[in-house]
Every structure is written in C-alpha cells, then in structure tokens.
C-alpha cells in the first residue's frame, strides 16, 4: 500500500488547519515518514485521517491525538463552534454554558478550547473551579438554568481516549434528532484556526460544587450512620466529592484504595478501569476484607456509576451487579418515598436490565418503564420528559436516584443511598445480601447473565441478526417462546417464555453482538432460597450455553 495523492492533500490541509503545534509537528512526522513509503505509518495516517469522529447521543469520544478522527483541540474547537451554531440557531444566542473537566490526557487544554470558544461566540460561559466529577456538571445545568453544558470526560474508556459530552437546558443528554443536527453544524465549520476563540469566561466558585455535596447529603432517609465504608475512584476525579459527600451525610468512616485516591491519567493499577471489568475492583475488595468494611464502593474515573461489593456469608467479599443493586436501591426510594411530593411516582429501567424492578414498583403501585439503553431515553421516560420519575438504573452500575436535581446516572448521589440502605439493615441486624433474600421471596429469584459475540468482521453483526430474524427459536431451555423484533424503535430481538427472557441486540460501542439473559425462579419461603438458587443457576447455565450456540 502506498501513500494516496488524496491522503497526502488531505493530511496537508489538516496541518494547515490545527491550532496546537504540537499536533502539527506530530502529523508531519508522520507524514514524512508515509510519504518515504513506511507502512506503519501509511496505515497509522490513513487511520488518523479518516471519517471524523461520530458526535452521537454522549457526543464524542475518541482517542487523544492529531487528526480527524480522534480527541485534539482542533476537532474541540470546530465541535465547539458547531455546537454554538447550533444552539444560536434554536434561539438560545447569550444564554448560560457550564464547562466542566475531569482529569485525563488533554482535558485541561480540551476544556479551556470549549470555553474560549463559546465565550467569543457570546455565550455567558461558567466554568467549574477544577477537575470535578460529570455528575456535578450535570447538576449545575440544572441549578444554573443554563441552555447547555459541556463535560470533556472519557468516562470508563481506556487511557488512551478523551471525550465530550453534552448536555442541555434540562440537564439530560441530548438525543435524536439534536446530535445529527450538531453533527451537520460541525460538518459546515471551517478551518479550526479560523475560529474566534476569547477569554473572559466566568469560574465558578466551590459554593457551587458545595451545592451539590449538600444536596447529595441529603438523600438518606434513616438516620443510621453506623457503617464502615471500603470504596475506590479508579483514579479518577471522584475521590473528593465522594468523601465530602459522605461525611456530609453522616458516614465518617470511610477507606479509600490508597492506590486509586488521587487522580492519573494513566490508571496504573487497572487494564480497563471500570468497575465492570474483572480485577478492577481487586484492590477495593482487598482493602474492604483488611479494614472489615461493611460496605465496598467503587465509582467510575468520572463518577457518574458506582458499583458496591458485599462480604458473603463465607467471609469473601464480591461485587454486586448492577441489576441486583438497582433492585435494592429502587426498593429503597419507593418504600421511603414521600408521597405527598411524589403522588405518582414512575422508576424506570433499560430493556436490557432486569425486570425486577417492574415487580417491585407493582407492590409499590408505582409507576414503570423500560426505554432504549442508555440514560438519555431513561431520564426522559414515561411521557418523553420523565414526569414523576423518582429512580432509574442501567445494568451497566448507572444509578439515578435524585432526578430531581441530576437527570443523569450519579455515582456518587447513589453511594450515599446505598450507605443509608446498608447502615439501616446492619442496625437490625442484617446485610444488604438479607435484602435480596427478601426481593427473592416477594418477587421470585432473578438471575441474570450475559453472552457476547466478538467479531472481527462488523458484517457479521447484520448477518447474525438477520439469520435471527428469519429462523428464531421456538424455544429455549425447553420453555416455548414467543419472539418480538423491537425495529425500528431497535435493532433488538426478545425472546418470551415462562420465567425466561433473552434480548439480543448489536453493541452500541463494541464489535459484538449481545444476548441478555433472564431467569427467574419461583420462590415459596426463605427457606427454599437455596434450593431456588441451585435450580436457578443450573437453568441459566443450560440458557448461556444454548444461546452461545445460537449466536455462533
């Protein structure tokens, strides 16, 4: 393969074009180094210069380096631009943008493009003090009425990658059909260096973040604070705001993984860090076994999703997952839930989570709902704008507990409930694994499990959903089923049976195709519960193997 007159034109207009000399000196090394005929470099630059990055429903999210198709402060600035056309065309020119940060590779340099940016383009832009969690971001949208705010954060994504996230006027993630409509505004920016850039943007004080620690602090609703608390932040920008939050609301004994504390761009301790992954949360679980926590608390790099781990009758400490944490949690809001502020109270989840939660709002004769992945459908659930919503929750440990105030996943808002909960049952004696035990007996045992095609061919996504489409099972596990294509809402398959249900879906973000596993066990009393489990994890067991054999 060789270099591409188009290629080289277009790597020169691009250098041309960048604001940071950095980057223009990165690019014409490796230009230079294609244009001599070095393939890695021809390969590399071909990568780097392709279709720009996707502005989708969280807006970008790409790794940090020179070029189109990637996180640099060009692609920043002309984002930045597009999205300030784009708000000026919807009649929202002058209005309040807050800025926030977190603490990777280039989003000190990111933030300060987006701000520059919209100042010069007449916006009332407020920037947050330092390098704070996206759920405070998320927060001050709301308090500030801004007509938008723009977090640079990568979230859970590995070192390597930057991001931009955008919310709007009500403090939610945009959605369809604004991200296409940015998109197209980028798309008519020009030159990067030839957009304005000003200074004289406001920062926001530390009474601002104190507002959302107060708020936060004031979720609990029992006043039990007897409780030793394990939690890690994954080097991320939490560590702070989590502990102030805590001890605001009460909790004071609190162990964080001394390793993880303080922010690094680098995230030496983990491969991938988020909670999710397996050994992210080692030195966590560790740390809850030697301190002899009651609770283990893991948030994300940004904060915004929050995992808890739970020592097990045997003494071994494991990790919640997210549906069985978002059962607890929305049992918790409704069953303390003032109802004279909430009289209709709606909780909501993804179609690919649990259906535990519909159970439990039943008993509670609350509200349910289930949307599309991802909080920018949940946060608008029930009528479109989430009207009554009191609690939301993904699988993937994003939990929504004071949507009142945040209209996205918190991680640290929800830490603080889950203390209150776990500080309340150890007051009687009992543990957060009692109160599955009841979710159990009251709503029948659900277990959960996942299947993941990866693929190296994307085609063999289409294909693989389109063989389901045209001979789905009629039965799995030996249970009839009833199949349900959810297009064009969806590119998502559901399978129904008794007791049973599998979503099959291509992954938003991966080269996969993605099965969601649901079972659910009949229990008669607490002292079934063991029997239930053995019987409930044999018949999951038999359905992942099934359904693996089915994706190919």
């Keep these: ?272 860090p988020n909670p999710e992954e397996p050994g992210a949360s080692d030195l966590l679980l560790q740390l809850a076994s030697a301190v002899d926590a009651d609770l283990a608390v893991a948030l994300d790099p940004d904060a915004d999703r929050c995992a808890l781990g739970v020592r097990q009758r045997d003494g071994s400490w494991r990790m919640l997952r997210g549906d069985e944490t978002g059962a607890l949690l929305g049992e918790r809001v409704l069953s303390t839930l003032d109802r004279s502020a909430h009289p209709d109270p709606l909780v909501a989840t993804t179609i690919v989570s649990s259906e535990l939660l519909r159970s439990v709002a039943a008993k509670h004769n609350a509200r349910y709902d289930e949307t599309l992945t991802g909080f920018k459908w949940l946060v608008r659930a029930g009528d479109g704008n989430g009207t009554g919503l009191v609690y939301a929750y993904e699988e993937a440990i994003g939990h929504c507990v004071d949507p009142d105030v945040v209209r996205d996943k918190d991680g640290i808002s929800a830490a603080v409930l889950a203390c209150d909960l776990a500080a309340s049952l150890k007051a009687s004696g009992r543990s957060l694994l009692d109160a599955l035990d009841d979710l159990a007996v009251a709503h029948g045992l659900h277990l959960t499990d996942q299947v993941s095609l990866r693929v190296q061919d994307l085609g063999v996504i289409g294909r693989t959903m389109a063989r389901l489409r045209a001979e789905p099972p009629a039965e799995l596990a030996g249970i009839p089923v009833d199949v349900t294509d959810l297009r064009p809402k969806a590119d998502v398959l559901t399978m129904r049976g008794q007791e049973l249900r599998v979503l099959v879906r291509p992954s938003g973000t991966e080269p996969k195709v993605k099965a969601y596993l649901e079972i659910v066990e009949p229990v008669a009393a607490a002292t079934e519960l063991d029997d239930a489990r053995k019987r409930g994890r044999e018949r999951l067991s038999a359905l992942r193997e099934e359904i693996s054999t089915l994706l190919g």
């Design 1 to 272: 393969m060789t270099l591409s007159p188009e290629l080289r034109d277009r790597t020169f207009r691009w250098i041309a074009d960048d604001v940071d000399a950095a980057d223009r000196e990165e690019l014409q090394r490796l230009l230079a180094q294609a244009m001599v005929g070095e393939q890695p470099a021809i390969d590399e630059l071909t990568d780097r210069m392709r279709a720009p990055l996707s502005f989708g429903t969280a807006g970008l999210r790409g790794p940090v380096r020179p070029g189109p198709n990637g996180m640099n402060r060009a692609v920043v600035v002309r984002t930045t631009a597009g999205l300030g056309e784009w708000l000026a065309a919807a009649g929202k020119s002058g209005g309040v943008v807050v800025v926030g940060r977190d603490a990777r590779h280039g989003s000190e340099e990111f933030h300060r493009d987006v701000a520059g940016v919209l100042t010069a383009a007449g916006f009332d832009v407020r920037v947050l003090p330092r390098p704070l969690p996206t759920p405070v971001l998320a927060f001050a949208v709301r308090k500030l009425n801004a007509v938008a705010g723009v977090q640079v954060t990568a979230s859970h994504n590995p070192p390597a990658d930057n991001g931009y996230k955008v919310y709007l006027d009500a403090g939610s993630q945009i959605v369809p059909p604004a991200d296409r409509e940015i998109e197209a505004a980028i798309a008519k920016v020009g030159a990067a260096v030839s957009v304005p850039v000003a200074q004289g943007w406001t920062t926001l004080g530390e009474d601002l973040v104190q507002s959302y620690v107060e708020r936060a602090a004031s979720l609990p609703r029992s006043p039990e604070r007897g409780l030793r608390v394990a939690a890690t932040t994954l080097h991320g920008v939490g560590a702070a705001t989590l502990r102030e939050t805590l001890a605001h609301a009460g909790f004071t004994d609190v162990h964080l993984v001394a390793e993880q504390e303080r922010p690094d761009p680098d995230f030496p301790t983990v491969s991938f």
